[in-house]
């Protein structure tokens, strides 16, 4: 898969597998490293190769690790820049078409009227709704792609289009990343709770059926836009058919082979939720606390400075609680210099989870410090 | 103005000039340098401080150059990459807050609703209006400052009301930028026509009272969306009391103090006509063009390559005409190589004027190559 | 003091902090941070800010967190990229004057001749050699600012001179640094056991009196270059009267001001060493290991790809043992995949001790992946 | 030819082209766009490509545009950072390997003694020890690609050879360049005056024998130093055997193949006076004024601000003579505030010609803002 054609014409390709079970369906598309830094789907992909070949494998799965090489070859000095193309500004998991509503990166061919096929399917079967909406889906691609010809294919909508183009068949879609500092923790769509519950990552963060850009969203919202159309034209036996996570799996710059193995399992057993696999997804071995991600609040560091973490990310803390220390020498004023001079505590403004901090120890003001899981219930 | 607080803590600030004339209004907000290599702003600033002098000051102006520092010291090798903020990816003109309506940077407390503000003061005199919804734009700047407090402000958002809170006095606003390789060129709201005609700017694109992001839109639609309420609420003669333009002037890169009085000569003439400078403001010296931005098309680069642009930026073309060559050596297949083989033409996909040519001779595929008004008119 | 003037005129400075003693002398000088992203010296010298209020202060001490804020604010994406200087691709660590030999940055007038000085002084006293010696010293740099004038003062000669003209006072200079990833280490000059020994730091490299541009030689090789000419012309009572030592406290990116107070007791009781603090220097509490830098071994990575470490920084390894693993999604050419042929495995070419991997977790062929330490001895 | 395989396991490739005459030899190697914006020689060789054809081959040329696809890719915002390897913060031109001398990116496998090879030649035809000491160069750099395989080979050593492995195949070397914002010039090694003539370049800057790690350098130096030790051994009738060239096509950034037309006819006259084509080289249409690279000197911005350029490159100025005017608005601290306080003038320290100046119009303080010849004379 071509992602990226350079000033000096080189392609920049990612590796793409199909491991093809016994039936073409399900059809899972999973793939890692969309941002240049997030690495360790890498090594869940990896080690899925080993285990899609022991367990049975009933449907099929299209594995795309190392999806984009733009954002991982964005190394400048020795960590990699890779969230916002250096080319454009824009995060890489952004960028993708809303097929079903108005977009930023709207392209009027390509939008897809779900009032219009519901009317038109109202008697239709399941199975004929589903592969007559993927039609449609794939040919609004299409059309966005031959609307690129007159004026030139834009470089986002094109990275954009080489995934859709996979992702548009799949039944269920993963997309790996992880977080900054973090421990593991999965976006999924609002009241997918058994699913949720398969992949047995201890903190769910829920998302509403809207548009931000991303790929989970640009997946799943359009099948959940089709099953309201249906609602709102009378017929409620039509479910949502595609469901879509962004699994976040670690912390930043981080890659293990050997917790490659452990994420593949984890991802193994939602395979089995949705029949990927042969047999029953695993019992989470802990609680699962999910938010909506309207709960999921960032908080800004007041001055620039260091960050000295007081608490792991994954721990669960009261108002009041203190988070971290911001540490700048230059606010020790006194003669002699005091450390405590230079520290600005940095306190929880809520109950929740941490869940996240900076990937940098040191950060202007106003940077995403803390991510903190608030109004939390167990899934 | 403090713009960011760095991680070192130290804060990096703007420069603010007032010029007061005999009266307080009408008042020109006047910035230069928002994106950190567009320069000749500076220029055409300090051309001001002179010839506001010597001219009658009337009104009065808040004056910024270098208003970014932050993009302006984003220079990596020889050159300054500084339209996206290396922290976030934003662009640095696309962040401000929209008042009267939802933004990508919403804060709710900040929302201000015009109908009810329209029927609350259907029977005030127009200076009450305009005096009454400044001091609710001004409000709503306050409570988004305000709603940070509790997680910290985002550096985006203090860097977005830094501006704002100055931008929001103003009666007319003027944010100088340059095109990437162009001639001047000029952004005015739609309609605003003996306006764009005082700045005497060959090239004008008209955009509608709809939300980008940018500061022109920032803040000239919320004054817009008044007038259009007052019309829905039955009452006619509230006209847009502020007008807001992006003044494009020339190549990025590029800096000239003699240029500079040229620019500040063109600006003076649009400052006369909004009664900011006594007497009237200057005819234009030859045609201006203009298009709707839903006009001004991009043309994205068919092939990463080194660019040989054929076409003056300014240049009237026809569709078919030759626009540039796009050029990449390792196309020449042939023993002995030839270099016609190299080369990939770029032509016209319709008439209008070549306005602008990326920056650089040397860009992947997908990215924008040339910029073209379309659909022209004289205005 | 002011490291760097930027484009918009901002002076960039580091806070400078004297901590008098009952004594000028001995003096040290302790910096941090002079790479962006290598952090936790800052933390080390707030922990001193209390243990020097605390302990007996015989002599006195500079310290200088955060020295370089230039570095520590090129920030791009999350992280740091604070080795290189974006303006002149030069490592902030390797732009120091040499003043008593030929260096890269050298300047004609700042040349110091030892011969000369040690035979105009061989029946000097050691402390009139120590005086007049440092003040030829300190007029070598004053005459390179002078020599500046006529075209301008280079920034990195700017840089240079900032901090020389601090450390050229002291009697021990210490630069705080981080490994990328990599466990507490230190450089030290070549012979300077019992001194090395008082830090208490495991791993030892050995550096001889030659000169690569770093401050830890700028200081510390003039003073040997100086022992050297008086041995050369009949006088052997005369020591090299200055140390300095690169000490390396853990990884990159990494900041912890718990960690900062056991940084801080190795480098008091180093201070104890050197007289600067009362007292007797603690006894390591375990082995140190030590070998030449000209055994100190880069292993660099045989293919671009991932990197998965073995073993954890700082543990012997024999000749062969695995350590690392460079992985490579797209090696994998059989169907289906392979996790296997995916990875190339890299191991020891020698015994040693593994000190430091890569900072990031992805990287190009031929980057440094691992460091070694070879042909050890215990000091 | 590979250059380097980034991250994702990408080869990035340059594109070489062979052009065989009548003859092997003489044999020219002409690169072009080492640093990554510095493009114009790409049109130089492409066209190349159509005069080789047209005129009279009687040697042959090995031609490579775009040798550099690194820097060439290194793109942050709109421009490219091309001289600066981001991983390294090496200047892509001054690796290369020293083979007579000791070299900072020295490997001791590939050192070349030219005494003992002139002792074992003194009665050699001119023919054999041309072939002869090109044998031992060549197995000197492959020793120093084998050296690299115990620890793996260092990319910028890869970088290095892959270009010195072709380069050192040749009779003379041209490696094509831009300045900042400047005039067609030349580096020549001291004394090639016919050769320079050749060129009909009108600035030339001598550089002695002596190795700074440039492509110019690497390729004759080693050829200066055998004729040297010939000598130095009683032989004096050997001459430098080998020339080489850094060929500055005027700015960087621009990029257009009708001057490609222009530079190709220069470099052809100068094939010429190689024998490498057949015929006379050209007359210089003007005037070619020279002075030493050490009389070419460099003025630092003496403030951080905005450049306003006063005198074109090219240009020769008396010492006191305007050359540009440094400016920062916020150093307006009066009210009203004056352009002319924001205002720093730069003047020529001495008689000369303005060659350069800094490719950005806003620079910090102490960067090369202007770079002047000195003491000239007329070749």
Redesign the interface.
């Given at each position: 898969m071509v992602v990226?054609?350079?000033?000096?014409?080189?392609e920049?390709?990612a590796?793409v597998?199909y491991?093809r079970g016994r039936n073409e369906r399900p059809l899972a598309y999973i793939q890692a490293n969309v941002h240049?830094?997030e690495?360790q789907g890498?090594?869940a992909?990896?080690?899925l190769?080993?285990s899609?070949?022991k367990e049975n494998l009933r449907g099929s799965a299209i594995?795309v690790?190392?999806v984009n090489?733009v954002g991982?070859?964005?190394?400048?000095?020795?960590?990699?820049?890779?969230?916002?193309?250096?080319?454009?500004?824009?995060?890489f998991n952004r960028g993708y078409l809303f097929l079903t509503g108005p977009s930023r990166a709207a392209i009027t061919a390509s939008y897809v009227d779900v009032d219009s096929f519901a009317v038109a399917n109202l008697s239709s079967s399941l199975s004929e709704i589903r592969d007559g909406f993927r039609d449609v889906l794939r040919a609004a691609l299409a059309a966005a792609r031959a609307e690129?010809e007159?004026?030139?294919?834009?470089?986002?909508?094109?990275f954009a289009l080489a995934i859709q183009e996979m992702a548009v068949e799949a039944d269920v879609v993963m997309d790996l990343h992880t977080g900054?500092r973090a421990p593991r923790y999965l976006y999924a769509p609002e009241g997918a709770y058994a699913a949720s519950r398969a992949f047995g990552i201890p903190f769910v963060l829920e998302i509403p059926a809207r548009f931000g850009g991303a790929l989970d969203e640009a997946s799943f919202v359009p099948w959940h836009d089709l099953a309201e159309a249906f609602i709102r034209n009378g017929r409620t036996d039509v479910p949502r058919m595609v469901d879509a996570f962004t699994v976040e799996l670690g912390s930043?710059?981080?890659?293990?082979?050997s917790q490659g193995t452990e994420d593949a399992r984890r991802i193994a057993s939602a395979l089995r939720y949705y029949g990927v696999l042969e047999g029953e997804p695993d019992n989470p071995s802990g609680r699962i606390v999910s938010c909506s991600v309207n709960d999921y609040?960032?908080?800004?560091?007041?001055?620039?400075?260091?960050?000295?973490p007081v608490v792991a990310p994954g721990t669960p803390v009261r108002k009041g609680d203190l988070l971290a220390?911001m540490?700048?020498?230059?606010?020790?004023r006194s003669t002699?210099?005091?450390?405590e001079d230079?520290?600005v505590e940095v306190r929880a403004?809520e109950d929740g989870v941490v869940l996240l901090f900076?990937?940098?120890?040191?950060?202007?003001?106003?940077?995403r410090?803390v991510s903190m899981m608030t109004n939390l219930r167990s899934l």
């Open positions: 990226r054609s350079t000033a000096t014409g080189h920049l390709t590796p597998f491991a240049g830094a690495l890498n090594a992909i990896l080690a190769f080993d899609l070949e594995l690790p190392r090489p991982a070859n964005q190394q400048v000095g020795d960590y990699v820049a890779g969230v916002y193309d250096f080319h454009s500004g824009s995060n690129g007159k004026y030139g294919l834009d470089a986002r909508v094109e900054d930043m710059n981080m890659f293990s082979l609040r960032s908080i800004n560091s007041p001055i620039g400075g260091l960050v000295d220390r540490v700048d020498p230059a606010r020790c002699p210099p005091k450390l230079a520290v403004p900076h990937a940098a120890s040191s950060i202007p003001r106003g940077v410090l």
